[in-house]
């Protein structure tokens, strides 16, 4: 608050992290032929249209003041267990709706990255989030939805190095078929698995990996000294704690977004605060989503278009994926 404490201030931040000590570059045809004008946007030379420093990031027609942006980052990026939308209304003095919707684009700049891979000894299990029947009334229940019905839950899947990196994606299901091929992208070939009894892994030894398991079915839950799944179940429990503790509920469809804040708070565990406010600041400087492409359509120049086009859908296949 004391280093971000003007608006100008957040915008030459931006402006440096985009451009470094160059010119502004124009979003519409890329010149670089730009100066500043009095109002503190940009005008390009050569195709004459104006432009605010923060287009085509995440700040991108905001009406919260970028301070209030930058103050979020950094409590997201800072505390352990995430900030709930009515906290952070009191907070920043903004309405419920208006901190939700802040949250969701700042947690939307986590994401899985390819660049993950497992290797060593990998941790696999799987957990289910909400719908616990027997809390329910009897007329709201729903027929066979127990044990790993996924009716009423949310099946969420998970790969942990111990002593490394985590990968956790929510899942259609949990069948061989649906979690091999997530396996094969993330962990290295000949990586040492291990897993619970479930027979979705059964295919692990096929596909090239050294696979150890441990029957919880028969209240089996460490075998020799290394074979057990307790990393992951960790994981488990913390993201559980928080999904109750500050979110009290999440809805299906915004699952992900909270297992990725989960998950990059993981993945840094031993960085401090300040790296992860740089790294998400680097990353809302280069935001897009689908709405900006959209709004791309009355652009005339195609090349910018189909830049944001070809990252949108490397970014799409793979949300899919
Ligand atoms: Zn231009």
Redesign the pocket.
């Known amino acids: 608050m004391d280093f971000f404490n003007t608006e100008d201030k957040c915008k030459a931040a931006i402006a440096q992290q985009r451009w470094g000590e160059g010119n502004a570059v ?1 979003p ?4 670089t032929h ?1 100066h500043m004008c009095k109002d503190g946007r940009y005008i ?1 030379k ?4 104006k432009f605010s420093v923060t287009v085509g990031t995440i700040f991108e027609n905001t009406k919260i003041s970028l301070r209030k942006w930058f103050l979020v980052m950094y409590k997201v990026a800072s505390t352990k267990k995430g900030v709930s939308s009515h906290q952070l209304a009191r907070d920043i003095k903004v309405t419920q709706k208006t901190a939700w919707f802040i949250l969701h684009k700042v947690r939307g700049l986590y994401g899985i990255t390819d660049e993950i891979e497992l290797d060593g000894e990998v941790e696999m299990d799987e957990m289910y989030l909400g719908g616990r029947e027997t809390n329910k009334h009897d007329s709201k229940r729903t027929a066979g939805t127990q044990g790993r019905s996924t009716k009423t839950k949310t099946p969420i899947f998970g790969m942990l190095q111990r002593d490394g990196k985590a990968v956790i994606m929510k899942v259609e299901d949990t069948k061989g078929a649906t979690l091999m091929p997530i396996v094969g992208q993330f962990v290295k070939e000949g990586a040492t698995t291990y897993t619970d009894e479930l027979s979705a892994y059964n295919k692990l030894d096929e596909n090239g990996y050294n696979h150890l398991f441990v029957n919880h079915g028969k209240r089996e839950f460490v075998r020799c000294k290394d074979i057990h799944t307790n990393g992951i179940e960790g994981f488990w429990a913390h993201f559980k704690r928080v999904i109750f503790s500050t979110y009290h509920c999440v809805s299906k469809d915004y699952v992900q977004r909270y297992i990725d804040e989960q998950m990059y708070r993981w993945n840094t565990r031993e960085e401090k605060s300040s790296y992860r406010f740089h790294d998400m600041f680097v990353k809302a400087c280069k935001h897009f989503d689908y709405s900006d492409v959209l709004s791309l359509s009355t652009v005339v120049d195609t090349e910018y278009r189909t830049f944001k086009l070809k990252v949108y859908y490397a970014w799409y296949s793979h949300k899919v994926a």
Do not use: I, L, V
């Open positions: 124009c519409y045809c890329g010149g730009t390009c050569d195709c004459q249209r």
